[in-house]
Nanobody
Framework: QVQLVESGGGLVQPGGSLRLSCAASGRSFSTYAIGWCRQAPGKEREFVAVISWSGGSTNYADSVKGRFTISRDNAKNTVYLQMNSLKPEDTAVYYC???????????????WGQGTQVTVSS
């Protein structure tokens, strides 16, 4: 069992940065791939980024590649999503996810957090 709690969301101007954190509890955290997905109003949930259990592999949606960076600190049971050059279309609720497999989709994840709101607006 893994519990996930996101933090770090908020309001930011276009071009700005935010860092999201995902704090996990559970003894097996370091064996899970961790992902970030998001859902904008009126849209389907979409994959954003994933990092393998070791941190050695990462993958990003084309829409965020080169602007977002996912990382993890297994000693702290925490995963981060550094978001730079934010655009209004990045506005969404961002969810942290955990899975036994390395998914590049918003489906199949075993665990989800409650989400944190990110709003990009001037």
């Amino acid at each position: 069992q893994v519990q996930l709690v996101e933090s770090g969301g908020g309001l930011v101007q276009p071009g700005g940065s935010l860092r999201l954190s995902c704090a996990a509890s559970g003894r097996s955290f370091s064996t899970y791939a961790i992902g970030w997905c998001r859902q904008a109003p009126g849209k389907e949930r979409e994959f954003v980024a994933v990092i393998s259990w070791s941190g050695g592999s990462t993958n990003y949606a084309d829409s965020v590649k080169g602007r977002f960076t996912i990382s993890r600190d297994n000693a702290k049971n925490t995963v981060y999503l550094q978001m730079n050059s934010l655009k209004p279309e990045d506005t969404a609720v961002y969810y942290c996810t955990a899975g036994r497999e390395y998914y590049t989709t918003s489906s199949y994840w075993d665990y989800w957090g409650q989400g944190t709101q990110v709003t990009v607006s001037s």
